[in-house]
């Protein structure tokens, strides 16, 4: 079984939202820092949010879109995405980091796990 667990993906039309989930089936999630990264066909996953040391961060391509959010009692980390665009689309996978050290939240080798991701496509 997959250690992180993304759903919530689909198809919308642009200006659409979606609200994509990550959980952990297995144990609980990191207190350190979680992220989501985006890929498309052809290119390396790209950052889009993180939430570390309390604080958030945002890619600049989706900054005031999308908001990242914990929810504890549900062992769960969601990605609240609104008013996408055609270039949005691309499969979005969730990220942990475990371990403590550093602040490189916006690489993908910073991260100890992955899921397997969620597609999300979006027409214009």
């Known amino acids: 079984q997959a250690l992180l667990v993304e759903s919530g993906g689909g198809r919308v039309q642009a200006g659409g939202s979606l609200r994509l989930s990550c959980t952990a089936p297995?144990?609980?999630?990191?207190?350190?820092?979680m992220g989501w990264f985006r890929q498309t066909p052809g290119k390396e996953r790209e950052f889009i949010a993180s939430?570390?040391?309390?604080?958030?961060y945002y890619a600049d391509s989706v900054k005031d879109r999308f908001t990242i959010s914990r929810v504890h009692a549900n062992n769960s980390v969601y990605l609240q995405v609104n008013n996408l665009k055609p270039e949005d689309s691309g499969v979005y996978y969730c990220?942990?980091?475990?371990?403590?050290?550093?602040?490189?939240?916006?690489?993908?080798?910073?991260?100890?796990?992955w899921g397997r991701g969620t597609q999300v496509t979006v027409s214009s």
């Open positions: 990220a942990e980091r475990r371990s403590y050290g550093g602040n490189w939240y916006g690489q993908a080798s910073w991260y100890d796990y």
């Open positions: 939430a570390f040391g309390g604080a958030t």
């Open positions: 297995l144990r609980t999630l990191s207190a350190h820092a």
